[in-house]
């Protein structure tokens, strides 16, 4: 209810100001459609590493595509892989590999760069009747007005305590990029479900490097930048609904190099990742 959403105010600006969520599609399942195509192409064979590394080179390449691809063709070739990867065994139990650590780069959102961060996740399971309404009103606003990515994510897992940290990065430009900030959302993890699926628990989301704040401060911005407390997103979203704070990850596939990832909630929604670089496991 709007009520219980202006109990809130620092949220809601944080949302509409610096960061552009978007609103939901339905969900369509073409995991039954890359079945058909594989079992049809493929039947009675196995897949060789050579098709899995083409099906992943296809995926990036049509990830990268301008204008950009369908949520569909997308899906389908998510899928077709996610099938390859069961068969020969690659890519699997993404909770329990450890190939999850490290920095990823995103490829491709099924809307802008900022609905991969587990924030908006959150977000909707904390208002569900009003979030789409508000996420309509920031996808309308057009480039060069609001530009997003690209956007980065940092996993450090431990499987045997299923704890560890998590970071969301997502660039966000306004005003032809006048004003720019990296939107950080930071995120405990607190447990592992199954052999895909890690549980976040939203704690933190802050507009780091604003260059809104180096140019009013000159050479004080950096201090700013660096000293000002974040905005407790996670307390917030608790407040409006118990329970909201927390969400499911759950990762598909996973290699040395590629991830993909979903929405516990909304599994058709897809995230294609590429890996920058491996964890140091300081945290261990």
């Known amino acids: 209810p709007l009520s219980t959403m202006m ?7 944080l949302l509409v100001a610096g960061v552009q969520a978007f609103a939901p599609h339905p969900r369509t399942n073409n995991h039954d459609i890359a079945t058909v195509v594989f079992s049809s192409t493929n ?9 899995l590394e083409d099906a992943k080179a296809s ?5 990268g595509r301008t ?13 077709e892989l996610e099938i390859m ?33 587990p924030f908006f996740w959150a977000f909707r399971k904390a208002f569900p009747d009003s979030a789409d309404q508000i996420f309509g009103i920031t996808d309308a606003i057009p480039s060069p007005i609001k530009d ?3 956007a980065f994510q940092q996993i450090d897992l431990n499987a045997a305590s299923q704890s560890g940290r998590f970071i969301s990065r997502v660039k966000v430009a306004t005003l032809g990029g006048f004003a720019t900030s990296i939107m950080t959302t930071r995120a405990a993890i607190v447990g592992i479900e199954g052999v895909d699926g890690i549980r976040l628990k939203i704690e933190t989301t802050k507009p780091e490097e604003s260059t809104v704040v180096k ?12 000293n000002a407390p974040p905005f407790p997103s996670g307390e917030a979203l608790e407040r409006a609904k118990p329970g909201s704070s927390e969400v499911m990850l759950r990762t ?31 945290f261990l």
């Open 85 to 117: 990867g069961e068969n020969l065994g690659i890519g699997q139990a993404s909770s329990l590999s450890g190939l999850l650590n490290g920095e990823w780069e995103l490829l491709y959102s099924p809307e802008d760069a900022t609905r991969s961060s």
């Open 43 to 51: 039947a009675g064979t196995t897949p060789t590493l050579d098709a």
């Open 215 to 226: 140019t009013l401060l000159g050479p004080l911005g950096d201090v700013v930048n660096e």
């Open 7 to 13: 109990n809130i105010p620092k949220l809601l600006i």
């Open 148 to 150: 997003v990515g690209p």
């Open 59 to 63: 995926l990036v390449s049509t990830c």
């Open 67 to 79: 204008p950009k691809a369908s949520k569909m063709e997308i899906n389908t070739l998510v899928d």
């Open 252 to 282: 598909t596939y996973c290699d040395e190099g590629l991830r993909i990832t979903r929405d516990g909630e909304r599994p058709d929604d897809v995230y294609v990742w590429r890996r920058r670089e491996f964890a140091s496991f300081d």
